[in-house]
Structures are given as C-alpha cells and as structure tokens.
C-alpha cells in the first residue's frame, strides 16, 4: 500500500516517523478521511475546507495548498489497489529534539496520507440496521475541530463494541451531541431532528450532504439541540459518517427504536435519506466530481 510522508511517496510499511513527533507525544495535530468511490474522491473540497478549520482551530499553518493536496491525494487514488477508498490525511506540528508543550519554532510539520479500503456497511447491517448504547460526552469543547486527540472517542466505541454495538452516542448536559465517530440525526413524527453545528460536535461532510437532501426534498427538519429524552422516545434515528453513510439505528441501549410494529427497524425516514444518499453520490460521481 502506497503511503505518503513529508514529500515522499513510499510503501506504507516503509513510512517512519520520530518517537519525538509531536502528534505521538501530544496528539498535536489535526487529520481527515475523504471517501472515495470508484477511484472519484467525494466532497474532496468540503473535506480540505475543514481541514483548514481544525488547523486554524489548533493555530497550525497548512503546508499544502488545496491543489497540492488534490496532486498527492489523486496519486494516492491511481496507485491503491482498490476502486472504494478512505484516504487519511494527518497533519502534527512535527518532531523537535525534545519534549516541550509549547510550539517549537522552525520544525517542518509532518505530513502523512495513505489510502485504505472504504470499509461501508455490509448488507445485512444496512437492511437491519445496528445497535448502539449511550454515554456522557467527556470530550473537550472544542469538537468542531477534527483533532488526533482521539482517547474519548477510542474509549466510547470500544465500550461499544465490548457491548456488540456499532456506535455509542453521547449526550453533554442532557442534549444530543454526536457518536464516537459519526453525526446523529433522530426522527419524531416525520420530523428529522439535528443538533445545531456547534463548538460540541464535528461538522460531518456527510451529516452537512444530508441537510442539503432534506432541504432539496422539502423533507420536514428542525435543526436544534435535542434532548436526550428526544433521542430516547424518538421513532427513528440513524448515523453519519463518510464510511457508514446513513445508516439506521435499531436498537438504543438494549430498546428497540421507535414504536408499533416498525420498532426495531429502520423506519421509513431513514430509508428514503438513504435512498437519497445513494442517488446523490451516484449521480456526483457519474460527473466525476463529488
Ligand atoms: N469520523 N463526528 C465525529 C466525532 C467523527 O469522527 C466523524 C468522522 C463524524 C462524521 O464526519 P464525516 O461525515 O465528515 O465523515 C462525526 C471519521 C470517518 C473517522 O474518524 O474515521
């Protein structure tokens, strides 16, 4: 598997990086993951965009231009060896020869991408839907900002997977913020609930493609903080993210989702945002731009 590394288009296994790097030693340092289908990045500019938010937010300079990290990412898409990828993008203030907090002044930062398959949903998940379980968002205030600072959000999906759960979402002060590494949206008689993009949670790609839908839709949307008790009597709810597109929720910390005989199953919503997803990026990436 190519990988890139400061300037240097390499195999991945060969790419090395100092114990003193300040990402290792800090988590000091901002990243992306760009999806792309049949070898066409998806919202390649959305995702450059936010990634000059979180370097801004974190008072890093961006060492690309949006050009060059088109260059090295259309290199990265030519020479994986699958059509559906992930590409990830980690930037960190670099590698000083000591262990200092503050900004060490004149080290180059590093620069590291490689292209992994695009692991989507499998079938079975997709037509059933997943479950989740809920916690307390311990995370730091700024999660508008996509940081390597990850340990939260390692810590709350590995619970959910200790739990045989996809996603756990979290809620701050009794209102809906996010999952561990998707956007949450809930649905309440017809009506698609989303928490407003705030400090609290990451402005997704994905989650910003779905508000567009329902706005190009007319689909009813109310876009507000939701409380955790809305999450808990919504009818439906359903995840965002870049691999897990729209997918349904089913099942919240052992209760089936939503009422009457569609409890437990995506609901009617969701599969419509879906089908919509669907036929968006279809069409995006039939004119070879996304
Ligand atoms: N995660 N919220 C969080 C905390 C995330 O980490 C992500 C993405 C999202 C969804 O954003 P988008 O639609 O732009 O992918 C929301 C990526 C995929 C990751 O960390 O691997």
């Not at 066409?40 to 008072?59: C, K, M, T, V, Y």
């Not at 756990?168 to 009506?191: H, K, Q």
């Not at 903080?225 to 965002?240: G, H, Q």
Request: net charge neutral; with cysteine; hydrophobic share 40%.
């Amino acid at each position: 598997m190519t990988a890139y590394l400061n300037g240097q288009f390499l195999p991945l296994a060969e790419a090395r990086i100092s114990p003193l790097d300040r990402g290792f030693l800090y988590a000091d340092g901002a990243y992306e993951v760009i999806p792309v289908y049949s070898r066409h990045p998806f919202r390649i500019d959305e995702h450059l965009r936010r990634l000059q938010q979180s370097l801004d937010g974190i008072r890093m300079a961006n060492p690309r231009s949006d050009a060059e990290w088109k260059t090295i990412v259309g290199r990265l898409v030519a020479e994986a060896g699958f059509e559906d990828q992930a590409i990830y993008i980690q930037i960190t203030r670099g590698a000083d020869d000591k262990r200092d907090p503050c900004f060490p002044p004149g080290v180059p930062p590093t620069v590291f991408l490689f292209a992994a398959p695009l692991l989507r949903p499998g079938a079975e998940q997709r037509e059933r839907g997943v479950a989740a379980i809920t916690a307390p968002d311990l995370r730091w205030g700024r999660c508008d900002l996509k940081t390597v600072a990850l340990l939260p959000n390692v810590l709350a999906r590995q619970t959910a997977a200790d739990a045989g759960c996809a996603e756990t979402i979290m809620f701050r002060d009794g209102y809906l913020t996010e999952g561990s590494s998707t956007n949450v949206f809930a649905v309440r008689d017809g009506v698609i609930l989303a928490p407003p993009q705030d400090h609290l949670i990451l402005p997704g790609v994905t989650c910003n493609v779905v508000l567009e839908l329902a706005a190009a839709h007319r689909a009813p949307l109310d876009v507000r903080p939701i409380r955790e008790e809305e999450v808990r009597a919504a009818d439906e709810l359903w995840l965002t993210s870049s691999a897990k597109e729209v997918l349904a929720v089913v099942m919240l910390d052992g209760r089936p989702v939503g009422r009457g005989p569609q409890a437990g199953r995506p609901g009617p919503v969701t599969r419509r945002m879906h089908e919509w997803f669907c036929a968006f990026r279809d069409e995006v990436m039939r004119h070879g731009r996304g």
